[in-house]
């Protein structure tokens, strides 16, 4: 268990800039996850953590400790691979038993940790076969309790659960989760996948091009995206972006472009500016706070627990909503929708940041 | 069931057209020599080992047997310490002109060995192992060499770099891990690979021939002696030849085949 901090990080390939400045602090016991779409440099950053890429630039440190230089083996670190890894010539209770062989424990405890770590896997009872005679989902078990056994300072995470069928994937969610807090170590958790990010990590680092583009708790980073970026690419379906002007009518301040007119508060002192409203937050019923739009429904998903229509403004520009509920809508219906005035967001084009308004 | 039937067909042809060159050559070396030149036998009354016996103990086949397998075997070390960490370098790092050094070992196998032998023999007269099993051996390095770092790299890239990238991070160095993770996965190709060496090795007989008089390999000593004695001496060391090659084959096929890539049911 350790906190890791983590200084102005950089990887070079040749020119590409895999890492581009990374500063991250991780508490102790925290569970962080990394999230960002492929290419991101979240692989990059988990391995250099792990010590198997060395880095052009930048510190990592564990509680006090510079570690940047250090071989993977002196970290005191453990890995789930994306593959599992699981040794393919060792027995599972070897395989689990393996890190601990290797810093010379004596056979009886690393018995008794084997056991320990089987048991909270559930894998007891394979513990004398072989990996090619599991399933995906029990090997990915024995890769966990291989991390796990000797309570690492950190514990690394690649897509852990990628190669898991759906079903598997949400409970070992929960499991790996509870299993965290249960041991209290400090976990970096990378994923593409935004519900593994929403629902695992205590904080999420989103990142893109080589850069942390914010890091926050689910709900700041859902309710206040940073920038454009991550504003797209947390939430399903996308968040709604359309380009738009500031516009004063006496007293009242409007943004207005592409067939939205929407009240602001707060002069954000930008001319141009992007607004996004996520498709959750447009209603199909007048609530407080909300203001009314005329749209022509274009075409619907009908997921059943919800109803996402995709419908064209007056301007011919496209709004998608996520209504929720089994609803039934025509093509080319004229319909009312409710945009939430309270849930909007304002962006700068230029520098895609966050306005606050 | 036409179509059985002509599967059946083709297979055995195929058989006949491979075994039956081998079984004339095994009944022609156990055949005693007063029935061997009778015209009214084809097959001999009672089968002997008098011939193979005679090459290896009298003509000295046995001598060149040793020397043949330590010939092959100092050749496969030799290969395997230098060709070995190069496949594996060719296989898991990046590094300039990496395609160039791969098809530079491929263009090292389109010159024939017996092109390089005459100069070669120049050279070990000079620095004295000329006519010696070291002086064979480090030619049949140079033939092994190339196919084992092609081969090894291939190996190498077929066992999953994060079982390697897993043993480093629970605790082992970059060679401890390749020593004990890495190593024991490969092995059965490794072997396939080794043995494959041995055969080229075995086989060779050109080079063999040019670089050594009275320290000759099995092959180059059956051309010089056994092609100036009678047929049935001939197909005696034909035997001796073939059989050593054809029992390694036959147990190590499986691996032989995933060596190359190829899979059979």
Redesign the interface.
């Known amino acids: 268990m350790a906190k890791v901090k983590i200084e102005n990080l950089k990887k070079y390939f040749g020119k590409v800039k895999a890492l581009n400045g990374i500063d991250l602090e991780i508490g102790d016991g925290e569970f962080v996850v990394l999230l960002g779409p492929s290419g991101c440099g979240k692989t990059t950053l988990l391995r250099s953590v792990s010590g198997l890429e060395k880095v052009t630039e930048g510190r990592i440190f564990f509680d006090d400790k510079e570690i940047t230089n250090l071989p993977p083996k002196d970290r005191n670190i453990s890995m789930v691979f994306q593959s599992y890894a699981v040794w393919p010539h060792m027995k599972v209770r070897d395989n689990i038993g393996y890190p601990m062989k290797i810093k010379g424990f004596s056979k009886e405890e690393i018995e008794k940790k084997v056991l320990w770590a089987a048991e909270l896997l559930n894998i007891s009872e394979l513990l004398d076969r072989y990996p090619a005679q599991l399933s995906g989902g029990q090997r990915q078990r024995v890769a966990v309790a291989r991390a796990i056994v000797l309570e690492p300072a950190v514990l690394l995470m690649d897509e852990p659960l990628s190669n898991l069928d759906a079903l598997l994937r949400v409970k070992m969610r929960s499991e790996i989760k509870k299993l965290q807090e249960r041991l209290g170590v400090t976990t970096i958790y990378m994923t593409h996948d935004q519900v593994e990010a929403m629902t695992m990590g205590d904080r999420i680092a989103v990142m893109l091009s080589g850069r942390i583009q914010q890091v926050g708790k689910a709900s700041e980073i859902y309710h206040k995206p940073a920038n454009i970026f991550v504003a797209g690419f947390i939430g399903s379906p996308q968040m709604n972006f359309y380009k738009v002007k500031t516009v004063s009518e006496g007293a009242n301040l409007f943004v207005e472009g592409e067939g939205l007119k929407v009240p602001i508060k707060k002069d954000p002192n930008v001319d141009k500016l992007v607004l996004g409203i996520r498709p959750e937050h447009i209603y199909l019923e007048k609530e407080e706070n909300t203001m009314e739009i005329e749209v022509e429904v274009y075409f619907i998903e009908k997921l059943m627990s919800d109803t996402i229509v995709h419908a064209n403004l007056d301007g011919g520009s496209r709004i998608v909503a996520k209504i929720p509920g089994d609803h039934e809508f025509k093509e080319g219906e004229k319909i009312k929708l409710y945009i939430d005035k309270e849930r909007i967001h304002l962006f700068d084009p230029k520098t895609e940041r966050r306005l606050d308004i | 069931m036409i179509k059985k039937i002509l599967f059946w067909f083709v297979v055995v042809m195929v058989a006949v057209w491979f075994l039956t060159p081998v079984i004339m050559i095994v009944i022609a070396s156990l055949t005693p020599s007063s029935e061997y030149y009778n015209p009214n036998k084809i097959f001999p009354s009672h089968l002997t080992f008098e011939h193979i016996y005679k090459l290896l103990f009298v003509l000295g086949g046995w001598k060149a047997t040793l020397i043949s397998i330590e010939v092959a075997l100092v050749a496969i070390g030799l290969s395997f310490l230098i060709g070995l960490p190069a496949g594996y370098a060719m296989t898991r790092y990046f590094f300039p002109g990496k395609n160039a050094i791969r098809i530079g070992i491929l263009m090292t196998r389109s010159i024939p060995l017996i092109v390089i032998a005459v100069p070669l023999i120049v050279i070990y007269m000079e620095i004295g192992i000329a006519d010696t099993v070291i002086g064979v051996a480090l030619a049949h390095t140079a033939m092994i060499l190339p196919f084992v770092v092609l081969i090894t790299s291939s190996i190498f890239s077929g066992v999953?770099v994060?079982?390697e990238?897993?043993?480093?991070?629970?605790?082992?160095?970059?060679f401890q891990s390749f020593m004990r993770?890495t190593l024991?996965?490969a092995l059965p190709g490794l072997a396939a690979s080794a043995i494959f060496s041995f055969i080229m090795s075995w086989n060779e007989v050109f080079v063999a021939s040019i670089l050594t008089l009275t320290n000759r390999t099995l092959p180059a000593h059956i051309l010089n002696t056994a092609m100036t004695s009678p047929d049935y001496f001939k197909f005696a060391a034909g035997t001796i030849m073939a059989i050593p090659a054809m029992v390694f084959i036959f147990f190590t096929r499986k691996y032989l085949i995933t060596m190359w890539g190829i899979s059979l049911k």
């Open positions: 999953s994060e079982y990238e897993a043993g480093m991070v629970f605790g082992l160095s970059r993770i024991p996965l």
